[in-house]
Nanobody, 126 residues
């Protein structure tokens, strides 16, 4: 399994960014994908998850209504569209994957994700 994030950048408050996670080595039909973030001095936060086994994605309350997760199986890529960005969205964003069969609860605990990308920096400031 390989995960490579891209798309992180500096953006002003209120702006938008789209993060991409290029994947290889597994079948998207069998995996749950997640976006996480970690800001300096803070714990890692699960931002959003998507899986074919659930009718709709999960979003953390802090991003609900502003962020949209999607997956393009043909391109083996997962996206995180981020709108109305705030300074508190500043963090390193990570893509992660885990076999859906390994999940017992929804939303999943971040500890069940076995494979992680290297992260991409998102900075929101004026």
């Amino acid at each position: 399994v390989q995960l490579v994030e891209s798309g992180g950048d500096w953006v002003q408050p209120g702006g938008s960014l789209t993060l991409s996670c290029a994947t290889s080595g597994f079948n998207h039909d069998d995996y749950t994908m997640g976006w996480f973030r970690q800001a300096p001095g803070k714990k890692r936060e699960g931002v959003s998850y998507i899986t074919r086994s659930m009718p709709r994605p999960f979003y953390a309350a802090s991003v609900r209504g502003r962020f949209t997760i999607s997956a393009d199986a043909a391109k083996n890529t997962v996206y995180l569209q981020m709108d109305s960005l705030k300074s508190e969205d500043t963090a390193i964003y990570y893509c992660a994957a885990t076999p859906t069969l390994s999940l017992h609860v929804w939303p999943p605990n971040g500890e069940v994700f076995n494979d992680w990308g290297q992260g991409t920096q998102v900075t929101v400031s004026s």
